[in-house]
């Protein structure tokens, strides 16, 4: 998804970004850890949902800690803005509101946009464009997927000349959608948070093998990749 004029560019080098696209239940959990198993690949999950879930909110990472005091997530909240306490989660918030929505797809498609939207969306895209080359930094990969889903972030994030934005739109038989929606799934993270980083038990996923990978720097890599945050749902 990438090209198309009026696009943003802030410097630097171009940052490498596999985009998972599709609604709910539809397997972007198994593709992203597949592709996180690859060597120069980070899978971290939704970014859409870090800035709520992961910061305002504390929510677990897969090792088992708050993403703030996480080390792999610290150190790209100290990369990408000098600490997650530097981030305006509530702007963000406004951000995704007025911009990032299906209904402004066809505004976001468009070869321009007009000035005050295009502000908009350049300050949204921004924080994201950040992350991605932090995450690529903290964790030593090339590559960094996001399985945020949402077809308009995609829109969104397309406009940004820094970032090489592939999406891939992951659609399922939609009788197996239909099937995993009638079933409810434990987000550990928020409703057990004891049993992690152990394997989930009845209901719940096993979903943190990376998380007990290794040691040191290594773990703390695999664990933002293998576990990421707020993913215990999907
Ligand atoms: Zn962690």
């Known amino acids: 998804?990438?090209?198309?004029?009026?696009?943003?560019?802030?410097?630097?080098n171009i940052q490498r970004v596999v985009y998972l696209g599709g609604l709910g239940r539809s397997g972007t959990t198994l593709l992203e850890r597949l592709l996180g198993e690859l060597p120069g690949v980070c899978s971290v999950g939704e970014v859409v949902h870090l800035w709520q879930r992961g910061i305002a909110e504390a929510e677990r990472c897969g090792c088992g800690e708050p993403l703030p005091d996480c080390p792999f997530w610290r150190k790209v909240g100290e990369i990408a803005f000098g600490g997650?306490?530097?981030?305006?989660?509530?702007?963000?918030?406004?951000?995704?509101?007025?911009?990032?929505?299906?209904?402004?797809?066809?505004?976001?498609?468009?070869?321009?946009?007009?000035?005050?939207?295009?502000?908009?969306?350049?300050e949204y895209t921004d924080y994201y464009a950040r992350i991605y080359a932090a995450i690529a930094d903290a964790s030593g990969c090339p590559v960094v997927v996001d399985s945020s889903k949402?077809?308009?972030?995609?829109?969104?994030?397309?406009?940004r000349a820094e970032l090489d934005l592939r999406v891939i739109h992951v659609v399922r038989d939609s009788r197996a959608v239909a099937f995993?929606?009638?079933?409810?799934?434990?987000?550990?993270?928020?409703?057990?948070?004891?049993?992690?980083p152990a394997v989930a038990g009845e209901g719940g996923r096993a979903?943190?093998?990376?998380?007990l990978r290794g040691?040191?720097?290594?773990?703390?890599?695999?664990?933002?990749?293998?576990?990421?945050?707020?993913?215990?749902?999907r």
Do not use: K
């Not at 998804?1 to 630097?12: H, K, P």
């Not at 321009?112 to 295009?118: D, E, H």
């Not at 979903?207 to 998380?211: F, M, Y």
């Not at 040691?215 to 749902?233: I, K, N, W, Y």
């Open 84 to 122: 997650w306490g530097q981030v305006d989660v509530r702007r963000v918030a406004e951000l995704r509101y007025a911009f990032d929505r299906n209904r402004y797809i066809p505004l976001l498609a468009a070869p321009a946009l007009y000035p005050s939207f295009r502000r908009g969306v350049d």
């Open 150 to 159: 949402h077809a308009s972030l995609a829109f969104c994030l397309r406009r």
């Open 207 to 211: 979903d943190n093998a990376g998380a």
């Open 180 to 196: 995993s929606w009638t079933r409810r799934v434990v987000r550990m993270a928020v409703e057990r948070p004891e049993q992690r």
């Open 1 to 12: 998804m990438a090209g198309g004029s009026g696009r943003v560019v802030t410097g630097g």
């Open 215 to 233: 040691s040191g720097d290594r773990a703390v890599c695999d664990a933002g990749q293998a576990r990421r945050f707020c993913r215990s749902c």
